[in-house]
């Protein structure tokens, strides 16, 4: 058994950064099959251009799309872009400079839009099983599939207890599950104050701790021919992704 897609999550800091980790993903971590690509305000390379940037090297590549930056009347970010088949729509976070403008869009909103008026667009949505009650989080997994969604990313899980309870909650469903390192205290400590994250009292931010982890869930995913992205934030590529080839293989 292996896994049915493998994706790796890469920072648009820019375009000569973006072409430097596309070739060190080739190099290091020739599985992955799938890039994906967050739309962060303190970048200016917006994600679905760097999907554009990328999609000549890369065969598939999936830019994340935020919700409350998306205008009622604007058109919508690489509808019209040649080649782009798959979109990750979430919410999006209030941007730190207040001279932004944004939307009070709703994911579900933005989801119709797509689904709508770029119909041949994969849509994927966001699930995350640390931001509030289980049943509210899969009160919103159905009304996205009600909007149009097709499939789901998930926060990163770095506990395999709620990995396992989460497989069951999404049986059926077409997901990204995502693993990402928690190297040192400043790194656990970003986690828990920024996306409330609880970790396991047993949890170690080594790196090898984390590849431990992040090996056994792949491994687990291969078996049910799942899908997986990786997301290796404050840590180079190279340190991360080569341990996990075998299992991910």
């Known amino acids: 058994m292996s896994l049915n897609r493998l994706c790796v999550e890469l920072i648009p800091r820019s375009a000569e950064s ?3 980790d596309v070739e060190t993903v080739k190099t290091v971590f020739p599985v992955a099959d799938t ?28 830019p994340h799309i935020r919700a409350i930056d998306i205008a009622p009347d604007a058109p919508l970010p690489g509808a019209e872009q040649d080649g782009l088949e798959e979109i990750l729509v979430v919410h999006g976070d209030p941007p730190a400079d207040l001279s932004m403008r944004t939307y ?22 966001a699930f995350d099983p640390y931001r509030r ?23 990163p899980v770095f506990d395999y207890k709620l990995f396992d309870l989460c497989r069951e909650w999404l049986q059926g469903e077409d997901v990204f599950w995502g693993l990402s390192p928690v ?7 970003y986690w828990e104050t920024t996306n409330h994250i609880v970790f396991p009292k047993d949890f170690s931010t080594t790196l090898e ?10 491994r687990e ?22 341990a996990l080839l075998e299992a991910a293989s």
Do not use: C
């Open 209 to 218: 701790s984390n590849i431990a982890f992040a090996q056994r869930v792949l």
């Open 18 to 20: 973006l072409a430097q």
């Open 104 to 125: 009070p869009n709703s994911t579900e909103s933005i989801i119709r839009r797509y689904r709508k008026e770029a119909p041949h667009l994969k849509i994927y949505a």
């Open 183 to 189: 190297i040192g205290p400043r790194s656990r400590s």
């Open 221 to 242: 995913l291969a078996r049910d021919q799942a899908s997986a992205y990786l997301m290796p934030v404050r840590i180079k590529l190279e340190q991360y992704l080569p």
């Open 35 to 62: 890039l994906n690509i967050p739309d962060l305000m303190r970048f200016p390379l917006r994600s679905w251009n760097a999907a554009a940037l990328l999609r000549p090297t890369f065969p598939h590549v999936i």
């Open 133 to 155: 009650a289980p049943w509210k989080e899969l009160e919103d997994i159905a009304r996205k599939k009600e909007a149009g969604a097709s499939g789901f990313f998930t926060q």
